[in-house]
């Protein structure tokens, strides 16, 4: 947006697999990180069920939880630890507690790697940055590892594409360059609503779209007994 606001002729792709720019309900990338961590947990479910234990996977989501609340959801997770819904480790411990009354012989914890605790939620930014500088673990999934015994993973860099996000990402190559040929630019290419449209880059520039803690997808992983620590 700012060399748009230059003068320069720019048109914008929404290509990341967080899902979080602002404007477009999709972005090129995510279906196809959604199915790798998705197949991370699947295949944490054999281990996990032979061995009877607790295990954590840490999920790409610094700010936003669009890919672990997906693959919490698709893989059949247990627990799932976005930024968006600070958590509370007592209710953590209580969600596992609870599975293992019920019989249940283990459990998977998703959480992303900018997950927040309810106690961290209430500092300020810089306080945040702070105490984030100071930790001697490489990120939180430690942290919460050492409290309940959990392996970890990190495997959503890579791999192939899957088919929506190569058709996703031809649509934007093809609205690109027809707004390039028709004379625009300073837009960046988006879908809403299933259809490809021209969202002005001013709009977008500076936004993050985030998880809507009351959405529909949490409130149905909430009836599927997935827990969010809150």
Known sequence: NRLREEGLSVIA?????????????????FTSA?????????????????????????IMGHKVGWIPLYAAV??????????EIPYDMDNVIAAINRRMQAGARFTIIVVAEGAI????????KKE????????????????????I???????????QP??????FATQCGVEAALGFLEGESGFMVAQRSGKMCRVPLEE???????????????????SLGISFGD
């Open 74 to 83: 698709a893989g059949g997770a247990d627990v799932c630890l976005i930024p």
């Open 204 to 222: 977008v520039a500076g936004k993050l779209k985030y998880v809507d803690p009351g959405s529909d997808l949490v409130h149905e992983a909430r």
């Open 128 to 147: 945040y940055k702070k105490l984030v500088a100071a930790r001697n673990s490489p990120s939180i999934v430690y942290d919460i590892a050492r409290e």
């Open 149 to 159: 015994d959990v392996g970890t993973g990190h495997t959503q860099r890579g791999g």
């Open 13 to 29: 792709l929404p290509k990341t697999i967080d899902n979080d720019t602002w404007g477009t309900d999709l972005t090129f990338g």
């Open 117 to 124: 605790s309810r106690d961290e939620a209430t500092l300020s």
């Open 162 to 167: 899957d088919a929506q996000d190569r058709v």
């Open 34 to 58: 959604v199915e790798i961590a998705t197949k991370c947990i699947d295949d944490i479910h054999t281990t996990a069920s032979s061995h009877g234990r607790v295990f954590v996977i840490e």
